[in-house]
């Protein structure tokens, strides 16, 4: 059974920075795309940065250049750098993770955290 469990949300005020964390368990995680999504309050979930098994990078226009994704296979863990944090980023992050596929969303066996709150305000 797949375990995913995400660390490291909280208030911070704009431009400042959060670190994201995302420990997964019961699969391959080498082998599994992974990323990020987030759900703001009235919106739809939204894909905001993924990581294919084979090491494609992918980042959702409105974060490109402030976020970054890696993965520690080692670990079993996912992370997001979060950098010039806007209020528009307020949300609950989710990390996910699903097998096969061209991208993550596509593929098969997706599983999902439990979400962190991120919280950018003065």
């Known amino acids: 059974q797949v375990q995913l469990v995400e660390s490291g949300g909280g208030l911070v005020q704009p431009g400042g920075s959060l670190r994201l964390s995302c420990a997964a368990s019961g699969l391959i995680f080498s082998i599994y795309n992974i990323g990020w999504y987030r759900q703001a309050p009235g919106k739809q979930r939204e894909l905001v940065a993924a990581i294919t098994s084979g090491g494609r990078v992918d980042y959702a226009d409105s974060v490109k250049g402030r976020f970054t994704i890696s993965r520690d296979n080692a670990k079993n863990t996912m992370y997001l750098q979060m950098n010039s944090l806007k209020p528009e980023d307020t949300a609950v992050y989710y990390c996910?993770?699903?097998?096969?596929?061209?991208?993550?969303?596509?593929?098969?066996?997706?599983?999902w955290g439990q979400g962190t709150r991120v919280t950018v305000s003065s």
């Open positions: 996910s993770t699903d097998l096969g596929g061209t991208a993550l969303g596509t593929g098969i066996f997706a599983s």
